[in-house]
């Protein structure tokens, strides 16, 4: 696999991040690195196994359609940086 | 008896103290927080101590106390995962581990230094420094609950609570000198453990030997209705004069190949040598799919810490920009690259490149086929043998400074450890010897829900052995002060 | 005649009837005040873990049976990532790989529209715009609701045809009462994809139109995007593939602004969920217990009430009026009558109040009590319709409304002849009029008659003894 530089980016956008450029050439280095290792599992030709999602042999862990308290409305509200009596504030969506 | 010595005494001998009022909780609480103020400059294992929390109650753990990576939700206690975006959140819930805890009356004396967001080998990728191994400050204690295992060592408390996602407990405990259990996956509830590889990640306890764990382990594990991957699990302590004769251990061939250290390999081999003469018959076997296990392991558990930290935008919690002017995807970003260290930054590229459109198939997928195979490789071993033997890591604690640059090396360096949190098993590392002055460890393995019998098999060990009795020279956590 | 063939497609998002939300406990009632149905696991809060309502399963089953699809027995939960605050993980819990449900349909005039797939979501929060302070705050009570989305295949080709597969959908979900289906409060969300092509053409590029909150704007909705879309084609303008905001009160729609890397979901699957199978025994269990579906009544009503085909759809478009007709008609054991009080008078009533019948709640007992007093004779019409529409205002009691307004018929031999009397006798005219052929003149004599008991008289005992008198 080729990684590069605007793979990289393309990559840090989708993760939520912007890579000044020297940490950009540095992160595209770490990858190629990286990746080219895990590059040897296309040695192995195992097509034909079931992925395996979960470990766990219990099925079906479901729970009853019952309501439980919520917290209360101070403890949705502490930990933001900003809010209202009610609300969390968040950062206009665009603009 | 004087303060210095109960600090030095296993959780399972101060839990016999405890029991019988030879002593009482507020002097064993006194006693190691008065080692904590000691020996925190030395290791930084702690991130925040919490002085006197003292709601003891009559409980299996009454009165013993402990300390939390700082991984695991605290009501009302800062919990930061040693990073900059949470070094500011204090949760509204405890963790399931922390109510099973405190409701067997253990006290929780503080919250532990780590890798953020356990993602290292080292602990040195915290935001609030590395952490220092108690035999030798200028080493690393491991990673990523380097301040679990250091804590322990440094008899700062009697157990401390990890997490091993891909031998977060284990390794560090290793080259620590202690003993440390990565419980099976679903054993303890993950109600609360913040999390980085969700379907890899368990909580276990790390203490000074394998009776204090399965001590700390009965009172947190079992099935847990917030974790819907969690299971029923009982675990029991090992009796006085516990055998290991006529259990089958197996030795893979695989993991005592070149990247062995000499040192390791014979220390290891040693524990092997001593289980035989227990009366423990001990055979190779081959796990061929060893070698893949690295490049699986960090894709899948890349891909689940870029799904799992895609929360993190400081806006609901969390270190944020307050400049109104910036829009939505300014803030989030901003947030996010100011808030997320390197290694962090890292794994995140790496998962989202493994989950991105047109590459989940090659890597992320292949890597879910890899671990159905290595799961299977595990299983038909188990089909024959009690136990697996293999060591815990290649080598003894590296300098601190030594492991950052070369992120493949490091990844590498976890070779024994992340096949195990692949296939959801139980392993525990337990010292084996010392190599140039520094502890080594042999990492135990059974089939999945033998974590009683893991402990049982190192408790047989240990009452035949004292390297978990070793401890660093006073001198060495005073050095550099 | 146009050259173009419109093509439609639907998402459908349901909000499922459960008590609770789909992986926490909170509550799912809609209203009350922000962010008091939260919890650290619909907030995502760092360590929070879901866990499944079994309720929200078995009510997706339920629909998915419903509209005759396939159901996947090894289902799974996955991940879908994006960046927005509504969305308090970044990622929403969905199903990509294995959904519940595949390949249904559901029948309308002529026409098979079929279905891809049904899946299970979460809801996420809301945004509200502070207009005051300019500042985006987030309510998260939605958070984690559970829905259902429908996606149907591509099969509509008329704005008509549109409406009636929401329809049935719609009456589908609501008899089965898994849903409140109800448009405007968002509980139903119908999300049209649509693209315009020359007959017997390739399919053109879609849009896809959000914001589409009754069942009239739905047609509007696509009458005026394929109206767009024509337009841009005949002036050699390319359609952008793009997804767009329905204004009702504009009677158009508008692009919305998208983040360009915001396609790239990342599936994966849940690994905090754990697997879940659908045994043959629940399939059976939910087979058993599933209310009878408007398709089944389409073919009963006639049958077992006699009721017309005409009756019957009308019945059949809305639950409540199922739920009224049935409880009432086996009370008053007169299906016809009580069809025709439902059709004929309760939808008169609610629709000259502009009241929409899915909301109607009417206590079938009472209501049965109004038709038997009617059939009775024990009150007129008239008086029927005042009993309904009271009972339609509150919850009266019926027998005692009528006796404290007076409703009564009057029934009693003597008073309804001594009123025949007095009314031959003050009209000879028309008396002889009536004896020499001139029928016409009947229903003058009876209004007279009626009129002397002040309206409260039984037509049938009044006719009886008015022809008797004439004879």
Known sequence: MEINRELTAHIAALSGIRLAEAELDQMTRDLRSVIGYMDTLEALDIASVAPMSHVQERVNYTREDAVRPSIPRGDVLVNAARKTDEYVVTPKTFG | MNKASLTELTAFELHGLLKNGDISADEVSAAFLSEIKNKQTATNAFITVCEGAADAVNGTLAGLPYAAKDNISTKGIRTTCASRILSDYVPVYDATVIENLRGSGARLLGKLNMDEFAMGSTSETSYFGAVRNPWDVGRSAGGSSGGAAAAVAAGMVPFALGSDTGGSIRQPSSFCGVTGIKPTYGAVSRYGLIAYGSSLDQIGPVARDARSCALALSAMAGEDLRDGTSEKCEITVPAEGVSIKGKRIALPKEAFADALSAGVRECVLGAVKTLEGLGAVVEWVRLPMLEYAVA???????????????????????????????????????????????????????????LSAGYYDAYYNKALRVKALLAQDFARVFADFDFIIMPTAPGAAPKLGESLDDPLAMYLSDAYTVPINLAGLPALSMPCGLMDGMPVGAQLIGKRFADSDILAAAAAYQDATDFHMKKPSAGATEVNV | MSLYETVVGLEIHVELATESKVFCGCSTKFGGEPNTKVCPVCMGLPGSLPRLNEKAVEYALRAGLALNCEITRNAKFDRKHYFYPDLPKAYQISQLYLPLCVNGYVDITGKRVNIREIHMEEDAGKLVHDLWTDETLVDFNRCGVPLIEIVTQPDMRTADEVVETVRAIRAALAALGVSDVKMQEGSMRVDVNLSVREFGHEFGTRTEMKNINSLKSIARAVAGESKRQIELIETGKKITQETRRWDDNKDTSYAMRVKEDAHDYRYMPDPDLSPFLITEE????????????????????????????????????????????????????????????????????????????????????????????VADGAINRAAGRRVLRALLDSDIDVDAYVKQNGLEAIGGASVVDDAVKKVVAANADSVAKFRSGSEKVFGFLMGQVMKELKGKGDPAALKKALEEALL
């Open chain 3, 282 to 373: 629940q399939l059976t269990h939910i087979r058993r217990t599933q209310p009878e579906l408007p398709e089944a009544k389409r073919l009963r009503y006639p049958k077992e009430y006699g009721l017309s085909a005409y009756d019957t759809d009308i019945l059949i478009s809305e639950r409540t009026l199922c739920v009224l007709f049935e409880g009432a008609a086996e009370i008053t054991r007169k299906p016809k009558d009580t069809a025709n009080w439902i059709i004929g008078e309760v939808l008169s009533i609610l629709k000259e109040r502009g009241e929409p019948a899915d909301e109607l709640s009417l206590d079938k007992d009472k209501f049965a009590r109004i038709i038997t007093l």
């Open chain 2, 296 to 354: 699986a392991y960090y894709i899948i558990a890349s891909a689940e810490a870029a799904s799992n930290l895609s929360r993190y935008d400081g806006i609901r919690y969390g270190v944020s920009v307050l400049d109104k002017s910036l829009n939505l995807d300014e803030v989030i970003v901003r947030n996010r690259s100011e808030g997320f260290g390197r290694e962090v930054k890292r794994r995140l590229m790496l998962g989202n490149f493994a």
